[in-house]
């Protein structure tokens, strides 16, 4: 059996780290360098990082787009809005997905593999048929409507669609597996020994849950926090054909900067601090995850 030498070693880093490079790094900065130009009208419609003129080569640096970000309102309460509407999605998702995850681990083997793939299965689809899906369901004459109408719990169809109600329920619906499925792998591994123990020593299940599998499934809440809470954040589909005028969020404040507005300075800076924020996001995930694997 031959060892890899210490250039082919190098040579098989070199090549993820290159892909990564050319296809992350490369465009964050191009994004980057957009934040710093001016709006203009032309093809690009924003002004060059580097401008010639007599006196030769200069950088020609504006802060246009980064002070606008900072000093109008529009955007601070796109971020609030993006910012607790993702919360609340990963604390209802959370809520949901742990006594789902806790019921996968603890069902028979040959269900489990089952129930895995119930909880996967919406993925198999496209993401925005089901999106319209749950336009079609939510309309004033869709099933749902026409359900409690027919049971006589309403007089009239209620209005579901394009409403705060209809993006949580479509964020819940999108990223609940994503929440399902770490919290699932950290309780399957969680030795039954240790509830058995506890019960021995007194400990009710009420007990027994808050001293043990709590405690032991950290690792997997904060995995599906992050999962949920970073895709919810930017989310644009969602809110564009669920909800309505009033739903505020970054993801849809982007897209008409850089489509409907052409500002492209403006929805690069957008980007750029939303990467900021993701990232901020994930250090703390990562000093959570070594603190919690440090006990």
């Not at 360098?33 to 020609?60: E, N, R």
Request: charged residues 15%.
């Amino acid at each position: 059996m031959t060892r890899a030498t210490p250039r082919g070693r190098l040579l098989v880093l070199a090549l993820p780290y290159a892909w990564l490079a050319l296809f992350f790094l490369v465009p964050l900065l191009i994004v980057l360098k957009i934040s710093f130009a001016q709006s203009l009208i032309a093809q690009p419609p924003y002004t060059p990082l580097v401008a010639h003129d007599a006196d030769g080569l200069h950088l020609a640096v504006h802060l246009d787009a980064w002070r606008l970000l900072a000093g109008d309102a529009l955007y601070a309460e796109a971020w609030l809005g993006s910012v607790a509407i993702a919360a609340t999605t990963t604390a209802v998702c959370l809520l949901l997905g742990y006594p789902m995850a806790w019921a996968m681990a603890r069902a028979p083997r040959r269900r489990q593999a089952l129930l895995l793939m119930a909880v996967v299965l919406p993925f198999w689809t496209s993401f925005l048929l089901r999106v319209y899906a749950w336009m079609g369901l939510l309309g004033r004459h869709g099933p749902l409507n026409e359900a409690l109408l027919a049971l006589g719990l309403v007089e009239r169809p209620l209005v579901l669609l394009h409403t705060p109600f209809a993006v949580y329920l479509g964020l819940v619906y999108a990223y609940l597996p994503f929440m399902v499925l770490p919290l699932y792998a950290t309780l399957e591994r969680l030795d039954e020994d240790l509830l058995e123990a506890a019960a021995d020593l007194g400990a009710r299940p009420g007990r027994a849950f808050l001293a043990v599998t709590l405690p032991l499934s950290l690792p997997g809440i904060v995995a599906g926090c992050v999962l949920v809470f970073v895709p919810a954040l930017g989310e644009l589909i969602i809110p564009d054909l669920l909800g309505g005028p009033d739903t505020l969020m970054i993801g849809k404040v982007l897209w008409d900067e850089f489509f409907a507005n052409r500002a492209w300075p403006v929805a690069a800076a957008l980007a750029v601090a939303m990467l900021a924020l993701v990232g901020a996001v994930l250090v703390v995930q990562r000093a959570l995850g070594a603190r919690l694997a440090v006990r």
